[in-house]
């Protein structure tokens, strides 16, 4: 059978490439290929004169441009460094599960191997005869010899180093020119025969830290660096250098961006090899300092939204910390669909959510299997409604209500730190609800809870859960249950409980209906489950309207009083402290006295309001120019004026309606 002629070889290569890169159904590893072939048969025309370096350049921009795009596309479907990187979470899947693991092979221990030897004086004895035609920028005057790297990624290396290296190309990947190409020998060069001082960068470039380990060296960090691709490996071989200007000598796009002329030129060389030796000590070798752009993306957008997010989230004490900032998945993170959970898992079956340390580079974790046939979305949700402790607010804070704290205290703070005590008959209720007058600590009983309980704690505003996901409330009320079942021991914390448990009516909204039934359906398996340590917490002032179906769930009905005289003089101490207050102590019972009827909120409201009595009391010009310490202490005049201005917020017929409620549904005395 007859050969091909050379030009027939080229055409029917030409159409092939052509197929692949116009074809839509290509995938995106062959479309690379197809791509990088176009690019080094462009060098290869330009550098035997069958092209212009006009023309060459215009054509290996396009190229150039157009393989970049798909080997450094974020797009985890096409992307090529995703590619690699789910490939390198599979191979890291076989490190014994250590994080920490690294390669024992560095690029120096490999050249140490004696097959490697054998290869290397083999390939020493062939390396004339192959170098000459093989590689193209020898070919154009002017230019230095780029000595072939001691290749990791081409594929051409040492056998112990292949398997490394392979499955980032994967078995779609097959590395194409193979006419032209230099062979393994070749690639299996040590660095240490190479001068570089003499010849040029190529080798110090992608290869600077011979120390580093072979597999994380798949990378030396400094932009876009490639990671072990096969096409861009061999590319690279030949383009030993970035363009000027770029962020360094990895830079993909900015490196095609040039003219392959311009893109080996000797100023752009050394500053090339400048800025890869300034970059070097940056990083370290190894996989820890191996980012795909996705794993840059997510460094920028924690750089970018962490801080922002963390100041916005500090009010009240609790904070309210979304999964993807405090506990950072950043887009790793952003909830990955439920996939089975492998084994392990913690001692709850919980979500392992890794914290920060985990880094960028870990696999998306597990998702637990109850969460599977949740939204994402809700979850994440929900997972935002997680307060951190923040600030403690401790039992001391709460002035008076001395037999809603013991109670509390016994069912909730004990039995989660004693589980194994507080089991059958002494197992504590799963629903309590506080209820009482505005105003007086429910909400801060519940943070409180938060601080001492050592649960993870869900604050939820039952308006916000009716109103801010309007017609989706019930489903997240099942993830609300479902993510708490999950974190467990976990205490859900539903503020203004009645406006999501009020009664049924007949007129009421369809949607609130079902999110009230689902409320209950979860609430039945929560406080009934016997392995779930799910505590829910309501809290009210209008008890009066809530279902009765919930009621009977919340079988603990604590009444949280107006503040007696004592809570109350503990109230102004307390704040008092803070100031500048010269109070005697029997003006201090006369302010305890007067306040009788006061909620411990128009208490605070009350002390507020007489500290600002100094201030008033001073000349504009006087406010100008005093400084903190010359500012009057609080006197009982100012709370006599303040009395004034602030008066009880709770009526005598609500308290009686408390007080009756109370002596009927109530748990307490
Ligand atoms: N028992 C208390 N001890 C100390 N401070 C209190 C007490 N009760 C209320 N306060 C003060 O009043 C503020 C409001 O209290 P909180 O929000 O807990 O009231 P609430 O019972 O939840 O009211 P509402 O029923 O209107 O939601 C608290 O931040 C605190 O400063
Ligand atoms: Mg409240």
């Known amino acids: 059978m007859q050969a091909p002629s050379s030009r027939a070889v080229h055409l029917s290569e030409w159409q092939k490439n052509y197929f692949a890169v116009t074809s839509g159904t290509c995938p995106a590893a062959q479309k690379a290929e197809a791509y990088r072939a176009q690019v080094l048969r462009v060098q290869y025309a330009c550098a035997s004169s069958e092209l212009s370096p006009v023309c060459a350049s215009r054509l290996f921009r396009k190229y150039a441009e157009k393989y970049s795009a798909i080997v450094d596309s974020d797009n985890a479907e096409t992307g090529l460094n995703n590619y690699a990187e789910s490939v390198l979470t599979l191979a890291r899947c076989q490190q014994a599960d250590s994080g920490q693991w690294q390669s024992g092979l560095s690029v120096s221990s490999v050249f140490q191997m004696r097959s490697v030897q054998a290869m290397m004086r083999a390939g020493e004895e062939l390396r004339g005869s192959l170098l000459g035609a093989a590689d193209p920028s020898a070919a154009i005057p002017g230019l230095a010899v780029a000595p072939k790297p001691p290749t990791v990624s081409a594929g051409g290396g040492s056998?112990?180093?292949?398997?490394?290296?392979?499955?980032?190309?994967?078995?779609?990947?097959?590395?194409?020119?193979?006419?032209?190409?230099?062979?393994?020998?070749?690639?299996?060069?040590?660095?240490?025969?190479?001068?570089?001082?003499?010849?040029?960068?190529?080798?110090?470039?992608?290869?600077?830290?011979?120390?580093?380990?072979?597999?994380?060296?798949?990378?030396?960090?400094?932009?876009?660096?490639?990671?072990?691709?096969?096409?861009?490996g061999l590319f690279l071989a030949q383009q030993p250098l970035a363009p000027p200007g770029s962020d360094g000598p990895w830079d993909r796009s900015a490196l095609y961006g040039a003219g392959p002329a311009e893109a080996l030129s000797a100023p752009a060389l050394s500053r090339a090899l400048r800025k890869t030796e300034g970059s070097g000590p940056r990083e370290e070798g190894g996989l820890r300092g191996f980012k795909t752009a996705k794993e840059q993306l997510w460094v920028e957008q924690q750089k970018k939204h962490h801080p922002a997010a963390r100041a916005a989230a500090s009010s009240c004490g609790g904070v309210k910390k979304s999964l993807g900032a405090s506990r950072s998945r950043g887009i790793f993170g952003k909830f990955v669909p439920?996939?089975?959970?492998?084994?392990?898992?913690?001692?709850?079956?919980?979500?392992?959510?890794?914290?920060?340390?985990?880094?960028?580079?870990?696999?998306?974790?597990?998702?637990?299997?109850?969460?599977?046939?949740?939204?994402?979305?809700?979850?994440?949700?929900?997972?935002?409604?997680?307060?951190?402790?923040?600030?403690?607010?401790?039992?001391?804070?709460?002035?008076?209500?001395?037999?809603?704290?013991?109670?509390?205290?016994?069912?909730?703070?004990?039995?989660?730190?004693?589980?194994?005590?507080?089991?059958?008959?002494?197992?504590?209720?799963?629903?309590?609800?506080?209820?009482?007058?505005?105003?007086?600590?429910?909400?801060?009983?519940?943070?409180?809870?938060?601080?001492?309980?050592?649960?993870?704690?869900?604050?939820?505003?039952?308006?916000?859960?009716?109103?801010?996901?309007?017609?989706?409330?019930?489903?997240?009320?099942?993830?609300?249950?479902?993510?708490?079942?999950?974190?467990?021991?976990?205490?859900?914390?539903?503020?203004?409980i009645d406006s999501l448990l009020s009664q049924r009516a007949d007129g009421e909204h369809e949607s609130s209906r079902r999110i009230k039934t689902e409320f209950l359906v979860q609430l039945d398996g929560a406080t009934t489950s016997s392995e779930d340590r799910i505590l829910v917490v309501g809290a009210t002032n209008r008890p009066q309207e809530i279902d009765e179906a919930a009621r009977r769930r919340l079988v603990k009905?604590?009444?949280?009083?107006l503040p007696e005289a004592a809570a109350r003089r503990q109230i102004v101490r307390r704040l008092m402290s803070r100031e500048q207050c010269c109070l005697r102590q029997e003006e201090l019972e006369l302010v305890v006295q007067r306040s009788e009827g006061f909620s411990g909120a128009d208490m605070t409201q009350l002390c507020r309001e007489a500290?600002?009595?100094?201030?008033?009391?001073?000349?504009?010009?006087?406010?100008?120019?005093?400084?903190?310490?010359?500012?009057?202490?609080?006197?009982?005049?100012?709370?006599?004026?303040?009395?004034?201005a602030v008066r009880p917020s709770v009526s005598p017929s609500d308290l009686e309606l408390y007080e009756n409620w109370n002596r009927a549904f109530g748990c307490g005395k």
Request: hydrophobic share 40%; net charge negative.
């Open 611 to 644: 500290a600002l009595g100094p201030i008033r009391s001073l000349q504009a010009a006087d406010l100008a120019t005093i400084t903190a310490d010359q500012v009057p202490p609080i006197a009982y005049g100012d709370f006599e004026k303040a009395f004034s």
């Open 338 to 496: 439920p996939v089975p959970k492998p084994e392990g898992g913690d001692a709850n079956g919980g979500v392992q959510y890794k914290p920060d340390s985990a880094g960028p580079a870990e696999p998306a974790p597990p998702v637990d299997e109850r969460l599977k046939s949740l939204e994402p979305k809700m979850i994440e949700l929900i997972m935002s409604e997680i307060m951190d402790h923040g600030p403690p607010v401790t039992w001391d804070d709460i002035a008076g209500v001395e037999f809603a704290k013991a109670t509390i205290k016994e069912i909730v703070v004990w039995p989660m730190l004693r589980p194994d005590i507080f089991t059958g008959l002494r197992g504590p209720p799963r629903g309590i609800l506080l209820f009482g007058p505005p105003g007086t600590g429910k909400t801060l009983i519940g943070k409180c809870i938060a601080s001492q309980s050592g649960a993870t704690f869900f604050s939820i505003s039952a308006s916000s859960l009716t109103s801010k996901w309007v017609g989706e409330g019930e489903k997240m009320v099942r993830a609300l249950f479902a993510v708490a079942r999950c974190q467990q021991p976990a205490v859900i914390f539903i503020d203004e």
């Open 159 to 232: 056998g112990e180093s292949a398997p490394l290296a392979t499955p980032a190309h994967g078995p779609g990947w097959a590395p194409g020119v193979p006419e032209s190409r230099p062979s393994g020998p070749l690639s299996a060069q040590p660095p240490v025969a190479i001068n570089t001082s003499k010849t040029c960068a190529t080798v110090s470039a992608p290869f600077g830290d011979l120390a580093t380990p072979l597999f994380g060296n798949v990378r030396k960090e400094n932009g876009s660096a490639p990671k072990a691709s096969p096409g861009l």
């Open 557 to 561: 009905r604590l009444y949280i009083p």
